[in-house]
């Protein structure tokens, strides 16, 4: 089964510092993927999605690269603020009938004024 | 990006009621619902697929005559807890897929506490 890893341990970085988040996958190499953002309490909020036909995708201050031979996907938020505070949740999709995600276990991090 | 709504965004009730979440896709129609399930600090558990027009499909380990799903329209999937427990407390959060993107999108979560 898909195993997905992303660093369990909270990131903290300076505000203005550019966040770097990790996930990484094993076995087969999904359709596409997803990068969310979960606050306490509330439900995951959608940032960017990558298939796996793109190299890189850009929203605004993120930036999603999805790499099919490393099984890695890096999300990058740059000029970070303290709002940016949160969960991050990679996700992962097959791509077949069954339309299921795979998540990550999910990175905090802590933009500190 | 779309909207999806659930409802309510928390609830209390005794051991051994009944209690039902309704999820809401407000400006797209999704064939396919997913409720989760998570534990705090945790990540997210898929308990089941909620397919409209027909039966649910539910994860290894989760009993579908305790959480039965209905999901008769394109907009709305319904998660009822039966029987509740105190070990049923938790956070349960539904998503939608919208067709066209490939995109999964998240209700705010419903809050669970079986006193």
């Known amino acids: 089964s898909q195993k997905i890893e992303q660093n369990s341990e909270a990131l903290n970085i300076q505000e203005g510092k550019t966040a770097t988040l990790t996930c990484n996958y094993t076995?087969?190499?999904?359709?596409?993927l997803q990068w969310y953002r979960q606050d306490p309490g509330r439900g995951p909020v959608f940032l960017l999605l990558?298939?796996?036909?793109?190299k890189e995708k850009r929203k605004e201050r993120l930036k999603v690269t999805f790499d099919t031979t490393l099984k890695q996907s890096l999300f990058h938020i740059t000029a970070s603020q303290p709002a940016d505070s949160a969960t991050y949740l990679c996700?992962?999709?097959?791509?077949?009938?069954?339309?299921?995600?795979?998540f990550g276990g999910g990175t905090r991090l802590m933009v500190k004024p | 990006g779309a909207v999806v709504s659930q409802h309510p965004s928390w609830v209390i009730c005794k051991s051994g009621t009944s209690v039902k979440i309704e999820c809401r896709s407000l400006?797209?129609?999704?064939?396919?619902m997913f409720w989760y399930r998570q534990f705090p600090k945790q990540s997210l558990m898929l308990m089941a697929t909620?397919?409209?027009?027909?039966?649910?499909?539910?994860e290894q380990g989760v009993e579908k005559d305790k959480f039965l799903i209905n999901h008769a329209s394109l907009t709305l999937s319904t998660l009822t807890v039966t029987s509740a427990h105190p070990e049923d407390s938790s956070f349960y959060i539904c998503?939608?897929?919208?067709?066209?993107?490939?995109?999964?999108?998240f209700g705010p979560g419903t809050r669970l506490t079986v006193l």
């Open positions: 400006d797209f129609q999704a064939t396919t």
């Open positions: 990558i298939r796996e036909n793109e």
């Open positions: 909620s397919n409209e027009g027909s039966k649910a499909t539910y």
């Open positions: 996700a992962l999709h097959k791509g077949n009938a069954g339309n299921m995600l795979t």
């Open positions: 998503s939608a897929r919208e067709q066209s993107t490939d995109t999964q999108y």
């Open positions: 076995n087969y190499s999904p359709a596409y």
